[in-house]
């Protein structure tokens, strides 16, 4: 964003609080502090959340909770409880977000309010990772996902298994990541997104390239380019085919190796795709090939192909 799109975002937003202000003011003079004039407070904090005017944002939350209580609105306090959460996260208060976060939940649960249970619990588990409490952190978002899988909350799973996917990155957990990138492998595929089946392939490919199951690897490769091939992702489809080519290498199908590298180089050209060029003709090179090599084999290529 240029600095005269920021300038302008931000006249803007200071147009709107100054607007949310005024809004609050004629309200108390004609209504008093009502249902009304909390719900623009509220708006307006979310506001200063944004900005990160968190002290102001604080106190007027904490002014609506009082607000809510006096009123026994459950649903209202929970509501602000989450929000805090969220402030505290954005502060780096991270034990202070756990605390309200789970005074949400306390709320939500009595409740049945099982969206905002899980988002509660996502930001648990979040604050857990910010502490680098992992081991709390997974148990969060296990549970969690256990919950999004009974409430058939897709979205909310998916999230919860990038994050899990995240921890046992981290702790270099191959096995168990393996086994969560299976999961959303199957959750793709039963929602039918091309584009996650197609990077969940990719992912289990990586993980059996590491291992050194360099069949495996071709076989996850094989599945995800033929994905990318029939659903028209061009980009995904060039990495696809440049991870069959680097498993051919592996392999020591040197023959194999080469036409596949040829066959990515003609479609990496036609996308611009600079980076996956430059890696092509480097591997190539280190099985032998030299750039006037690469040239007429790529032309021959791209003959057969106008044929």
């Not at 307006?44 to 005017?53: A, F, G, K, N, V």
Request: charge should be neutral; include cysteine.
């Amino acid at each position: 964003m240029s600095n005269t799109e920021n300038k302008g975002n931000k006249e803007n937003i200071e147009q709107i609080i100054k607007k949310k202000r005024e809004t609050l003011e004629e309200l108390n003079k004609l209504k008093g502090k009502n249902s009304e004039f909390f719900q623009v407070l509220n708006e307006l904090s979310l506001i200063l959340i944004d900005i990160e005017s968190y002290e102001e944002a604080e106190k007027n939350f904490f002014l609506c909770f009082d607000f809510f209580e006096k009123q026994q609105d459950r649903i209202g306090q929970a509501a602000i409880f989450g929000i805090l959460g969220t402030l505290y996260l954005k502060k780096k208060e991270y034990q202070n977000s756990i605390e309200y976060f789970n005074k949400a939940n306390e709320i939500y649960k009595e409740l049945n309010q099982y969206p905002e249970y899980i988002t509660c619990l996502k930001g648990i588990g979040n604050n857990y990772i910010k502490l680098n409490q992992l081991e709390k952190s997974s148990d969060v978002f296990f549970n969690c996902s256990t919950i999004c899988s009974d409430q058939n909350d897709i979205n909310n799973f998916l999230d919860c298994l990038g994050n899990l996917i995240f921890i046992y990155e981290t702790q270099e957990n191959w096995e168990v990541v393996h086994e969560l990138y299976s999961k959303t492998l199957k959750t793709f595929k039963k929602i039918k997104d091309d584009k996650g089946i197609i990077m969940s392939y990719f992912n289990l490919g990586i993980l059996e390239k590491r291992s050194g199951d360099y069949l495996s690897a071709l076989d996850f490769f094989r599945r995800g380019e033929e994905i990318a091939k029939t659903s028209n992702f061009s980009k995904l489809k060039v990495k696809g085919l440049f991870y069959i080519a680097e498993c051919y290498v592996y392999l020591g199908k040197t023959k194999d190796a080469k036409e596949k590298f040829i066959e990515t180089l003609y479609y990496a050209n036609k996308i611009q795709a600079k980076n996956i060029i430059l890696q092509i003709k480097l591997l190539l090179k280190s099985i032998g090939f030299e750039n006037q090599q690469i040239e007429e084999e790529l032309e021959n290529y791209e003959r057969i192909k106008k044929e």
